[in-house]
């Protein structure tokens, strides 16, 4: 077993720490929020990515493979929503109001992960790899794979959004904040491209 993990944190490496959708959606609520306040989202995300994780690993996978057009449903409802985040972010960066992006939610996390069909691909991959061809998903080997892969992107998107927020502490000021704003509503838009992208 301590071989299989070994090997999956390998295989997980460049695909979790390396920019994606996901890290540069938290590195941009770190950067302006704050770690702290990134709390409910990474919440919210890692409790979805472990339910959908396992899901998967029992054999749900099947209905992006046997319906096309379900995937794309939701490529695109997940664009959409990740732009609506990033419109938040780019509409206070362009006013000197009272008008502020909100702080992102346990909901926002989980819709960020569920919403996201290129994550289930890659969830579906990852089992193809560490399961044994043979047979039916043993029960208990898909929930250690699927702890070890959330736990991983866990430290991964902390490790981004802790430097998000250290990165941008110094523009945390009312000068600094319009720049800052416009900064990360571009990061999230860009996220949601490449959600759209194939």
Known sequence: M???ILALLLFL???AYSPG???LFFAAIGGRFGLRSS???TTGYHLATLGVTVAIGLGFSGLARSSPMVFDIVRFAGAGY???LAWGFLRAGATTHTVAPREASVLDGAVLLLLNPKAYLIIALMFTQFLPASGGSDPALVVVISLVFTLNNLLAFTLWTYAGDFLTRRFRSASG???MNLLF???LAIVAVWMVSR
Request: hydrophobic share 55%.
């Open 2 to 4: 301590l071989e299989l």
């Open 13 to 15: 490496l460049p695909l």
């Open 21 to 23: 959708p996901g890290n």
């Open 185 to 187: 509503g571009a990061m």
């Open 177 to 179: 904040a319009r720049p």
């Open 39 to 41: 709390v409910p989202a």
């Open 82 to 84: 990740v732009f609506w």
